[in-house]
Structures are given as C-alpha cells and as structure tokens.
C-alpha cells in the first residue's frame, strides 16, 4: 500500500509570512498534482508535476517535484488570507489502474 | 464547458434507509473517480469507472456499496442500508483519459441520522 504523508498538518501564519508545505512517499510516482480545498467545496486542481526536479509557477506559488520523483513541496510567498484552505498532493504511481492517492492535507490558515 | 456536477449537495438518510448519489462528468470524459472524504482528511479512493465498466473497486467496502455508469446518464454511487458510519463527504472526479488530470466537482455531504 502506498502511503502518501503530508507536513505540517497545521499551519496557521500571519499575512504576508512565506511558508512551504510537503508532500512524502517512499514509493516513485509518475506524476504528482497539487490540489487546493475550501471549506464545502471539492478540490481544485493547482498543478502537476512529472519530471524529476522540475519546478512550476503559479503566482506566488511555486511547487518543486524531487529528483527521485518520491516528494514535492509547495512554497507560498507572501501569503494572503485568501490563500486559506486545504492543500492536498495527490500521487499516482505506476502500478495503480489510474487512480490517485492522497495526502491527507495541510490545512493553513492566513490571518489578516 | 460546464464542470463535473453532483447532486444532491447534501443528503441526509436515516440509519437502514438507501443512499444515492449522481455524479455527470465533464463532457468529453468517459473515466469517473469516486472518493471519500472525512472532516480534515485527505480524500479516499472508492471505485473508478470506465464507460459501463468498473475498472478498479479496491477502496469501496465489500458490502453495502455499488457503482455504476452506464451508457448514457450519470455514474451513480450507492448505499444500501446506511449506518452512522457513512456520513462523510463522496466526490467524484473525471477525467478524459486513464492516467490523467481529474477534475472534482463539489461533492455530496451525507449525514445519517
């Protein structure tokens, strides 16, 4: 069984705070997406990732994929209370029929 | 191009009633994802379809539980004889092809009373 650890589980920063959140798994995966969650809604597809240390833009977020394609991050900068919410990384690995394994998220809280 | 609509939104059951639960994927879509999720948890794999076809059921409990996805109309998850236990929030995904990115819709918040 694949196991896909997300850390920290918490965050909670002040507005304007940088912050960087990870995604772990002792297995290879052979693609990586970030989603992002609000409260009462399902999850919103930020990026994926597939090369080994490739790194990927999206504002002020920047997700990075490690070499050994096992663990990713997401670094926000500046942060902004809109940024609140559950970030999820979702794995897939080669030997799965096409479906995802989640993390079981980060949720972050950006106080104003 | 409308996303992956589910309904109803929230639905709430008394314990032994019956369950169901519609998801339309994105147009274009033929592959559909069901999960589960609990309060501040991460998403769990349930069933994914293909057109007609279950493609992989290992995360939908052996009993109780069924999907399917018919030719035309939506995927339909269901739940026989709900429990407490039950009570969570089912997503669906889509996706145009197997391996690919999926798109979730907004979910459906079940309580069982």
């Known amino acids: 069984t694949q196991l896909l650890e997300q850390s920290p589980q918490f965050l909670s920063i002040q507005e304007g705070e940088n912050l960087t959140v990870y995604c772990n798994s002792s297995?290879?995966?052979?693609?990586l997406q970030w989603y992002r969650q609000e409260p009462g809604e399902g999850p919103v597809l930020l990026v994926t990732?597939?090369?080994?240390?490739e790194v990927k833009k999206l504002k002020r977020l920047t997700f990075q994929f490690g070499d050994a394609r096992k663990d990713s991050s997401l670094h926000i900068t500046a942060a902004q209370p809109g940024d609140t919410g559950l970030y999820l990384c979702a794995g897939d690995y080669n030997t799965n029929a096409g479906k995802s394994t989640f993390g079981d998220g980060t949720t972050l809280t950006v106080k104003p | 191009n409308a996303g992956v609509m589910q309904n109803p939104r929230h639905l709430v059951r008394r314990r032994g009633q019956e369950a169901r639960l519609r998801c339309s994927p994105m147009?274009?879509?033929?592959?559909v994802y069901w999960y589960r999720q609990l309060p501040e948890e991460g998403l769990k794999f349930m069933v994914y379809l293909q057109k007609e076809n279950i493609i992989d059921e290992s995360g939908m409990p052996k009993e109780r539980f069924s999907a399917e996805f018919p030719k035309e109309g939506p995927s339909i998850l269901r739940i026989q004889q709900v429990v407490r236990g039950d009570s969570a929030a089912y997503f669906c995904?889509?996706?145009?092809?197997?391996?690919?990115?999926?798109?979730f819709g907004p979910g459906t918040r079940l309580t069982v009373l």
């Open positions: 990732v597939v090369t080994g240390g």
């Open positions: 297995s290879v995966f052979s693609s």
């Open positions: 995904a889509s996706s145009p092809r197997r391996n690919n990115e999926q798109f």
């Open positions: 147009k274009g879509h033929s592959h």
